[in-house]
């Protein structure tokens, strides 16, 4: 017999892309939906998949996904962000090994992203290997304000079928991603590094650089100029909050 498995999402006025989260999971034994008390139709679309549907008020994506952890009523776990589909190949690889006996306690998944429609193999972006699938009484969740992700105690594999992500579908919400990833990365930051001003100017660039040519970005033609931009700034606006949040808090 296949071993059950709990789909977890965190979602929050993802209407947009809920339903194609959950229709990619729904071949799962429970989907667990954590809402952070959105304004638009993410429930409405949620409750057609599932009745496990928790509201919790946004305290960080870290936060959310413990809770969602927490939620998950079997052992193997999958965990997916609203913007994310697990392709039929993927499933189908999943349950197979679900219906043996698993060599580990958690798997890898490479992801496939996509920029403005396009899929992006190049700027470091692929394989780009996830940990979302794991034994729930082997799994923490690191304490991180961006960039969170999972520990297992146990040997990690690596599966061979892609995760899908529609990341960054236009540009309006690519400048919102980045003010807000921005501001966590230096709020993550502030106690670590002391920013020197030079850093402001040489960081971007040096980013820039590295996903454009050293991560074959030029391959991508536009598409890869803009994510080379995009990663740019984000950390040239990570080093200048930084430095903001540094230098206003000399004085107390």
């Known amino acids: 017999m296949r071993k059950k498995i709990s789909a977890i999402i965190i979602a929050g006025n993802e209407e947009k892309n809920i339903r194609d989260c959950l229709q990619s999971v729904k071949w799962c034994d429970e989907i667990i939906l954590v809402d952070s008390e959105s304004t638009d139709k993410t429930v409405e679309i949620g409750k057609e998949f599932t009745d496990k ?6 305290e960080g994506f870290a936060d959310q996904k413990k809770y969602s952890l927490e939620k998950a009523a079997n052992e193997w776990v999958l965990s997916l962000d609203a913007d994310e589909r697990v392709s039929d190949e ?49 799994t ?11 520990i297992v105690d146990g040997k990690v594999g690596t599966l061979k079928n892609n995760l899908i992500h529609f990341t960054h579908q236009n540009i309006a919400e690519t400048i919102s991603k980045i003010n807000l990833y921005s501001t966590l990365e230096a709020e993550e930051k502030f106690d670590k590094k002391k920013v020197k001003p030079l850093q402001i100017l040489t960081h971007p660039i040096a980013a820039f650089l590295n996903h454009f040519f050293s991560r074959k970005g030029y ?9 080379s931009l995009i990663h740019a700034m984000t950390n040239m606006l990570t080093y200048m909050k930084l430095w903001e949040m540094q230098n206003n808090n000399k004085g107390k």
Not at 109 to 124: A, D, M, Q, V, W
Not at 219 to 227: F, P, S, T
Request: overall charge positive.
């Open 53 to 58: 549907i928790f509201i919790k008020k946004w």
């Open 219 to 227: 391959k991508e033609g536009v598409h890869g100029l803009m994510i």
């Open 90 to 138: 993927l499933r189908e690889e999943v349950e197979n090994l679900l219906n043996s006996d698993p060599q580990y306690a958690g798997y890898k998944i490479p992801r496939e992203s996509y920029f403005l429609n396009k899929k992006i193999k190049h700027c470091g972006w692929y394989p780009d290997y996830q940990l979302r699938l794991f034994q729930k009484s082997k």
């Open 140 to 150: 923490q969740v690191t304490e991180r304000k961006v960039h969170e992700g999972f």
